[in-house]
């Protein structure tokens, strides 16, 4: 639990005032000078919330972080000649109004692409190189599939618990596929890219498709869009959000091991107590912890205990650990690195050896370097590849990277870059995802406030429906929660 720091919260007995009245509105100006937020986590959803706050007049606002870094699971590195992102990685461009792409658009110094979808070569374990043509097709209609194909109609008539997981419904209705779209000589060869699709989908979220819910694919329907890049690392996009945050307000290095919060007693005092004994009074508390740490302290961290519906629901939602693995040469990878390098196992293959190389999904280039690889990975085997010595991903991935390639003279990296978002106690994993015991109600539940006030708060994408999963989803969530407390004081 070292981790988490403990902040102390007085209340302040302030009643909800009307804002027809000068005076009301007089005393309600002071008010929010002298309330005191104080807000646990400086990922997105912390700090987008502690900058609303801010800027309505709530200047004593503190953010407590508990890794000596801000930014949450935006964490770009700068490796060899590029920035890596070892969490979140893309902005998508969304038709519909998104918080995240308002934000880059408004930071006109802050160098921007929009990101093409490369093309990858599927390359089996000897060497040969797959027809480009049916990867081409395969992938129209798995992105049908991803985007909900027949589930409404299964969801209408009661249907719906024959596929009781995104695995087995990807895997029925790719096998309809297969047999009634494809040529006897190609099915084989269709199975496997649409098993490689199949991992692909998982890797993005960290999790085991047999653990996901099919409502996961009825809330995202625009995940295939052209992303937005920021080639000098996505970190770049807290710039303005933390430029009118006091230094001294967001302070990093305070884990969090004590919340105190009153569900009755309104002069009851709140506070945070952090592990170095430092205690930080407050009026209320912005709860931005991450989804495992809940799932792991959220027993011993709050007192009173949450109420029996909140622990439910922290239980039951999904939370995967995405794996970020990035190789550094020595020379220029062009000599021997052409094209994206997509592996293929066979059926034989797959069912001979259950082993972690076979959930490489790719094998790519980034954008703007000449001497780094990503090793994308999905599938299953998250927890086990964290723990894996560097110098077996490095053996295992450049034997592959030999096999697929035909080459035998392709280097060892000279460097290796890893996440390792499950295996720390500050995160406990890296993205939440609908369980297939998890529902709608379970986010809205997570989301709802508690005490008199409200006295206790939640925000991350954990907790918000729209853009739920994603940067957008937590900064929005960080904002309603702002939103929530300006609004108790009269305020909008």
């Known amino acids: 639990m070292q981790c988490f720091k403990r902040v102390q919260y007085k209340l302040i007995n302030t009643k909800v005032l009307s804002t027809e009245n000068p005076n009301v509105a007089d005393a309600q100006c002071k008010s929010c000078k002298e309330i005191q937020t104080v807000i646990i986590g400086a990922g997105l959803a912390g700090l987008s919330a502690a900058n609303h706050l801010i800027k309505n007049g709530y200047s004593r606002t503190f953010i407590l972080e508990a890794t000596n870094r801000y ?4 964490n770009s590195k700068q490796f060899g000649d590029a920035f890596c992102e070892l969490g979140a990685k893309w902005i998508a461009i969304d038709a519909s109004k998104n918080s995240m792409y308002e934000l880059l658009r408004q930071a006109t110094s802050l160098q921007k692409s929009i990101q093409q979808k490369q093309d990858a070569e599927y390359r089996d374990t000897l060497g040969q190189t797959v027809n480009k043509y049916l990867p081409e097709v395969v992938n129209v209609y798995f992105r049908k599939l991803c985007a909900g194909i027949d589930l409404t109609d299964r969801i209408k008539s009661g249907r719906l618990y024959e596929l009781n997981n995104v695995h087995t419904y990807f895997q029925s209705e790719a096998e309809k596929i297969v047999n009634s779209m494809f040529k006897e000589r190609d099915r084989g060869i269709v199975v496997d890219i649409f098993i490689t699709l199949m991992k692909e989908y998982g890797g993005n979220l960290g999790c085991n498709l047999e653990y996901l819910n099919v409502e996961q694919l ?26 009118n945050i006091e230094k001294d307000h967001l302070q990093t290095g305070r884990p969090v091991g004590e919340i105190r919060w009153s569900d009755l007693d309104r002069e009851d005092k709140k506070y945070v107590n952090c592990l170095d004994g430092t205690v930080f009074p407050a009026d209320h508390i912005i709860c931005t912890l991450p989804l495992g740490v809940l799932k792991t302290f959220s027993e011993y961290m709050f007192k009173p205990p949450l109420p029996p519906e909140k622990t439910t629901a922290i239980k039951n939602i999904g939370f995967g650990s995405p794996v970020k693995i990035y190789f550094e040469y020595k020379k220029l990878v062009k000599h021997w690195f052409r094209n994206n390098l997509r592996p293929l196992w066979s059926a034989k293959e797959r069912n001979a050896d259950l082993n972690w190389i076979k959930q490489i999904v790719e094998v790519s280039k980034l954008p703007t370097s000449n001497r780094v690889l990503e090793i994308s990975i ?14 077996e991903v490095i053996t295992e991935v450049t034997k592959l990277l030999r096999k697929c390639l035909n080459n035998p003279q392709i280097p060892f990296p000279k460097e290796i870059l890893r996440s390792n978002w499950s295996s720390s106690a500050c995160y406990l994993g890296g993205r939440p995802y609908f369980s297939t015991n998890s529902s709608v109600n379970d986010v809205n539940t997570l989301a709802r406030p508690l005490g008199y006030k409200p006295t206790l708060l939640f925000a991350g994408d954990a907790t918000i429906l729209q853009g739920f999963g994603t940067l957008d989803g937590a900064r929005l969530s960080g904002i309603r929660e702002a939103q929530r407390i300006i609004e108790y004081y009269g305020k909008n």
């Not at 930014?71 to 935006?74: A, D, E, Q, S």
């Not at 999905?378 to 110098?391: H, Q």
């Open 218 to 243: 009825l809330k995202f329907k625009n995940q295939f869009a052209y992303p937005i890049y920021v080639p000098n690392g996505l970190n770049n996009i807290f710039q303005d959000i933390i430029a």
């Open 378 to 391: 999905g599938g299953a085997y998250y927890d086990e590849i964290e723990k894996l010595p560097d110098s």
């Open 71 to 74: 930014g949450g699971r935006v």
